[in-house]
């Protein structure tokens, strides 16, 4: 069983987004996520100021077995990034819906929620991959 | 590694078991028209022995001539214990292993070859090697891309004395790619870049060949610190010989260039007709999550021995696949095997012996040719052991007249460099004695006529 706040919408590549009062978007990666890549070691940045798309790679984090694309899941730019992790990646790996945070995005227009998920949506889709 | 042999048997049983109907079937997953019968311009297959007797024809056409070519590669001594190491079953494979418990000697080579590049160059971290140093500028210019992402226009400027065919090979490979290759323009007296740089919205990277292709030394002090108040990378293109008389790249300008790439064939890999020799790459701590190629790490184990590992592997294919830093992610094992011997035999003050000797050598031909009329140097200022010479004529009749006397007299820059005009790029390494020198220099006379000797 794998820890899913009730206040955050999913994607199925695994990834959690919170809507920030300041209007920002905050991206991370998912309980499950951290899990089966293990041990964080590096985690690449994009540019604050960058524009990104849904759906095209924006970060990525790297384990001491594999390296993962985080996609952004909805349109607009780069408003921070969380510098803290180039030296504690495995912030990550311990507190991955509070300070393992990613990037905060100032969204482009309205969000397309139709590819995202409730918490509960989110755990159906854990069921099916693991079963 | 154990050879380990199996039947038709144990192959069909395989098979099976993944419910494939033969060998073909395991390649199902290419498009068909993606496959092609044969290649155009390569002939079919021959015997053995065919191709053995084909071989040994064209090895004779070489002859034993007495060589002063360089141009990118280079003729040294080659101590006999280094081959007769490398050629040693434990070490005979092209191949990197990945299964550290099979191969401690292998990784431990490898860890050494990195340890001694990265000292030569003055940076950081080595990879295991790549190919050669032409395809490792271009892995050096998508290297750069990756890691210098504030700037989007994918230029990479070159330095006016940067190897013809590296820009050929590097626009090959990172061309397709969205990346171009500009060339900075050279002083015609110095053959090194222009006092007047560029202005403008700065490159995502300058690459800096330093001794130049026509032989000069580049201010590659000023080049770099230009380059990085643009907001550029520097790429350092260098022999490594030269290293052990002159700056490594890593103490280049005030903060070092960011990447160096060469050629390793100097040490150890006979200059074989042109290969195989293999390329080399180091670079700042900061940059290497987008090195491509293999690195290997030291480690310990779970008894605290101390072990050797291929390291930081997610950046590589099998594991990041087309996302990977290099999708060409293999290094030359047994070329880095040698000059890693080589590096380990001579020892800095050899390696410096080797250069000094190279020059020395050079400086003495150059002084012999240019004492002929009709004969002069092309570029002022200083040089390592190349120099390029101004003819009053063709230069492919005198290098066709001087092989006839059984003398490779030096590389026709004319086809490569047109902009120099008549010109011959020569070198004499330490290879060469002061008969041989001297024979050169009198076959050149003759050439010229005795008659249009300079009177001293």
Redesign the interface.
């Known amino acids: 069983m794998t820890d899913l706040p009730g206040d955050l919408l999913y994607t199925k590549d695994h990834e959690w987004l919170r809507r920030e009062d300041d209007g920002t978007v905050s991206i991370g990666v998912t309980d499950h996520a951290q899990s089966a890549l293990g041990d964080l070691v590096?985690v690449?940045l994009p540019?604050v100021g960058q524009d990104v798309e849904s759906g095209g790679d924006m970060a990525v984090v790297?384990?001491v077995?594999?390296?993962s694309?985080v996609y952004s899941p909805i349109d607009g730019t780069v408003a921070a990034v969380n510098e803290a992790l180039s030296d504690d990646p495995e912030t990550i790996n311990s507190d991955p819906y509070g300070e393992g945070w990613i990037v905060k995005v100032t969204p482009g227009g309205d969000i397309d929620e139709s590819d995202l998920m409730a918490p509960d949506a989110y755990q159906s889709l854990l069921d099916e991959e693991e079963a | 590694m154990p050879f380990i042999p199996h039947t038709d048997d144990d192959t069909r049983e395989m098979l099976d078991a993944i419910g494939a109907a033969d060998l073909d079937a395991l390649f199902d997953e290419i498009p068909k028209d993606l496959l092609i019968e044969s290649l155009d311009g390569v002939p079919d297959a021959m015997s053995e022995m065919a191709i053995t007797r084909l071989m040994r024809e064209r090895a004779a056409q070489d002859g034993a001539p007495m060589c002063f070519i360089g141009a990118g590669a280079y003729e040294h001594h080659i101590p006999q214990a280094v081959w007769d190491i490398a050629t040693r079953g434990e070490y005979y494979s092209a191949y990197t292993p990945y299964q550290a418990e099979a191969s401690q000697g292998t990784l431990q080579t490898i860890y050494e070859y990195q340890t001694m590049i990265t000292e030569l160059t003055g940076l950081d971290v080595s990879n295991a090697s790549l190919y050669d140093g032409a395809s490792a500028l271009a892995e050096a210019a998508l290297m750069a891309v990756r890691c210098n992402r504030r700037v989007k226009n994918g230029r990479i400027l070159l330095a006016p004395g940067v190897n013809p065919v590296y820009e050929k090979v590097a626009s090959a490979i990172a061309g397709t790619q969205n990346i171009a290759l500009e060339r900075i323009d050279m002083d015609m007296q110095t053959g090194n870049a222009l006092a007047a740089l560029p202005e403008g919205e700065g490159p995502v990277a300058v690459a800096i060949q330093q001794p130049s292709f026509p032989g000069t030394l580049e201010d590659v002090d000023r080049l770099t610190d230009w380059a990085h108040a643009q907001g550029a990378m520097v790429i350092a293109i260098v022999n490594p010989t030269s290293l052990a008389l002159l700056k490594g790249p890593g103490h280049w300008g005030a903060e070092g260039a960011d990447i160096a790439i060469g050629e390793g064939q100097p040490l150890g890999v006979p200059l074989s007709s042109g290969g195989p020799y293999f390329g080399f790459m180091t670079c700042k701590q900061k940059h290497v999550r987008q090195m491509p190629g293999r690195i290997i790490g030291r480690t310990t184990d779970l008894d605290g021995e101390i072990g050797f590992a291929l390291t930081l592997q997610a950046r590589e294919q099998h594991i990041r696949r087309s996302k990977a830093t290099s999708n060409i992610c293999t290094n030359q094992g047994l070329m880095v095997t040698a000059a890693t011997i080589y590096m380990a035999l001579v020892g800095f003050h050899g390696l410096r012996s080797v250069a000094t000797r190279s020059h020395q050598n050079t400086a003495t031909l150059v002084d012999g040719l240019t004492a002929i009329d009709g004969i002069e140097r092309l570029l002022t200022g200083p040089y390592f052991h190349e120099v390029a010479l101004r003819l009053d004529r063709p230069v492919a009749p005198v290098l066709d007249a001087l092989a006839e006397r059984n003398i490779l007299g030096g590389f026709d820059l004319s086809a490569a460099m047109p902009e120099l005009g008549d010109a011959l790029l020569i070198c004499a390494t330490e290879t060469k004695t002061g008969a041989d020198i001297d024979a050169y220099v009198s076959a050149m006379s003759e050439i010229f006529g005795a008659q249009s000797r300079k009177s001293a």
Do not use: N
């Open positions: 590096y690449e540019e790297e384990s077995k594999a390296a694309d």
